[in-house]
């Protein structure tokens, strides 16, 4: 069924947005100077694609052909009008129910990921081509500053030609404005997080390895770097802040990393002894350690092809005050 996707994106710096209903994304780009805001028009078909990576084939879901899907340049103030042709061939998850007839049924995709959540939302009677006023906005308790712009979109279903009801057709309704949780609402942003399923059914299997050769424990957080010579930073003591991976802050490589691993030329590029365990112990979702200064580096874990790997990410308080059950 086609649909046309009008957001309203105000994008700043940095931000990038998702869309709710295929895995594209947004980026946003630095504007030095005040921007006249533009309508910008775009076409996506999204439809499954049989992708084959390391010699196994599977069926993914591609946006004009492409994965990821088209990158889309909206700067501060422009309007973007999508029109997209969902298809019937995307997978869906079964509701636990099924809708009313009063009711129609709106899948989401909240991460980029085959994860989908469906809801079933009330309509008006004998009114099936619908407008929707969909808003998202970011989730955040940490320390650090975060970009609380809401992002905002008119998502409007195809009137069908031969449709007879031209009165209820042409009725001018109410506008119903969604009503947002607070950015730091952990009640409803754990309500959320428990409804995020595989598909685990007939069609997509999940299929886990039952012999593990290698097990990885990844804690993931937000350390401190000391600023670079002549320049002044804002963190603690003239600190910078740094994510990283087990109290690592990856470096970029100026050369592909399969590259120097298979032409033997790894030296100088990067090292193999990342830690598969975080470098010491602490309470992960309480109290973060009073030192969370952090080291950065080039590091890789290099395991034979077709090993069998148990990876397990943790998110820790010295970035988010709420780690999502199950990381």
């Given at each position: ?32 100077a ?47 009008l ?46 099936p ?28 279903y ?41 598909l ?56 592909a ?5 298979f ?5 100088g ?40 790997v ?18």
């Amino acid at each position: 069924m086609g649909s046309s996707l009008l957001p309203s994106v105000t994008a700043s710096s940095r931000i990038i947005a998702v869309t709710a209903l295929c895995t594209f994304w947004i980026f946003s780009e630095l504007v030095a100077a005040k921007h006249a805001g533009i309508t910008r028009h775009y076409k996506f078909d999204i439809k499954l694609q049989n992708v084959t990576r390391l010699c196994r084939t599977k069926s993914i879901v591609t946006v004009n052909g492409q994965i990821p899907g088209p990158r889309i340049i909206a700067r501060e103030g422009d309007r973007l009008l999508i029109k997209e042709n969902g298809g019937k061939q995307t997978p869906r998850k079964s509701s636990a129910r099924p809708c009313k007839q009063e009711e129609h049924r709106i899948f989401l995709m909240p991460t980029p990921l085959m994860v989908i959540l469906d809801f079933c939302i009330t309509v008006l009677p004998k009114a099936p081509n619908s407008t929707f006023l969909m808003a998202a906005r970011p989730y955040a308790t940490g320390p650090a500053s975060f970009d609380n712009t809401t992002t905002a979109g008119v998502l409007e279903y195809d009137r069908n030609p031969s449709a007879t009801n031209t009165k209820s057709k042409n009725k001018k309704l109410p506008l119903l404005k969604p009503s947002l949780p607070v950015f730091n609402d952990t009640t409803v942003a754990t309500a959320f997080v428990k409804k995020i399923r595989s598909l685990a059914n007939a069609r997509f299997p999940a299929k886990v390895p039952r012999k593990v050769d290698r097990r990885f424990f990844f804690t993931i957080g937000l350390g401190l770097l000391p600023c670079s010579k002549n320049n002044t930073c804002q963190g603690p003591n003239n600190t910078m802040f740094s994510a990283s991976v087990n109290n690592v802050s990856f470096v970029q490589p100026n050369i592909a990393l399969l590259q120097s691993h298979f032409l033997n030329r790894s030296k100088g590029v990067y090292t193999t002894d990342f830690p598969t365990n975080p470098p010491f112990k602490f309470n992960y979702t309480g109290t973060p350690p009073s030192n969370i200064m952090t080291a950065k580096g080039t590091k890789v874990v290099a395991i034979p092809f077709n090993t069998s790997v148990e990876l397990v990410f943790g998110s820790c308080t010295a970035i988010w005050k709420y780690t999502p059950a199950g990381a």
